[in-house]
């Protein structure tokens, strides 16, 4: 089965904490995404990659850190520094920029 | 600035309407899409209509695209409540040079059975 998965699906941070969200494709997806979504709201770009070794930085990337050293793989880490993470978080992949994005199911962060 | 705004914010109708959603866009774009979300989920594509055409259909599903006006509709025929969910516009975001889309805030249509 070809897709896009996100792991957890729920995740809970204590204050001070940084976490990490999972999102593995096996699409063959050159490009990913990294997007969070507030309650009744759109989607904001936090930081996406075109190839391996390399990402640039969204609209609200402040907070936020990546790393993209395998193809299939484009984890996000939530730092400490983010102090209102609580949101969905979606990863998308697709062939090329302008192209159709593939979603993952999304993550749920909540702060305790 | 936004480069899709969908319109309506939310729409409710009866099982077996149409139901049309708008959105318009702010600078050139090389093809815009639509995307669906049910409650709590990642988002589906749906269609992606290029700036060289001006309709698209796919099953139930109509999309218009005038890149004159900046705006494109989609028309969801005979809707039933399955049909219930979150559709956004999404563009190439061609104003800020990122290689990446922009999503609109969405519109969230409620069908009644």
């Known amino acids: 089965d070809g897709g896009i998965t996100q792991s957890p699906k729920y995740l809970f941070r204590k204050e001070g904490q940084n976490v990490t969200l999972s999102c593995e494709q096996n699409?063959?997806?050159?490009?990913m995404y990294w997007y969070r979504q507030d309650p009744g709201q759109g989607l904001r770009l936090i930081y996406y990659s075109q190839i391996v070794n390399d990402f640039q930085k969204g609209d609200i990337a402040e907070g936020y850190s990546v790393s993209r050293e395998k193809k299939e793989s484009f984890p996000l880490t939530v730092t400490s520094a983010q102090k209102n993470p609580t949101a969905f978080y979606l990863c998308?992949?697709?062939?090329?920029?302008?192209?159709?994005?593939?979603f993952g199911p999304g993550t749920r962060l909540l702060v305790l | 600035s936004q480069q899709g705004e969908e319109d309506p914010q939310a729409l409710s109708i009866q099982e077996g309407e149409n139901a049309t959603m708008n959105c318009s866009y702010k600078t050139s774009i090389n093809n815009l899409q639509w995307y669906r979300q049910n409650s709590g989920r990642g988002l589906v594509h749906l269609i992606l209509i290029r700036s060289n055409e001006r309709e698209k259909h796919s099953g139930r599903l109509r999309v218009t695209l005038d890149t004159s006006k900046k705006s494109s509709s989609l028309l969801i025929t005979a809707s039933r409540a399955a049909d219930t969910a979150s559709y956004f516009c999404a563009t190439p975001q061609e104003d800020t040079g990122r290689r990446a889309l922009t999503f609109g805030s969405g519109t969230r249509l409620q069908v009644q059975p």
């Open positions: 699409l063959n997806h050159d490009a």
């Open positions: 998308a992949s697709s062939l090329g920029p302008k192209e159709t994005q593939y």
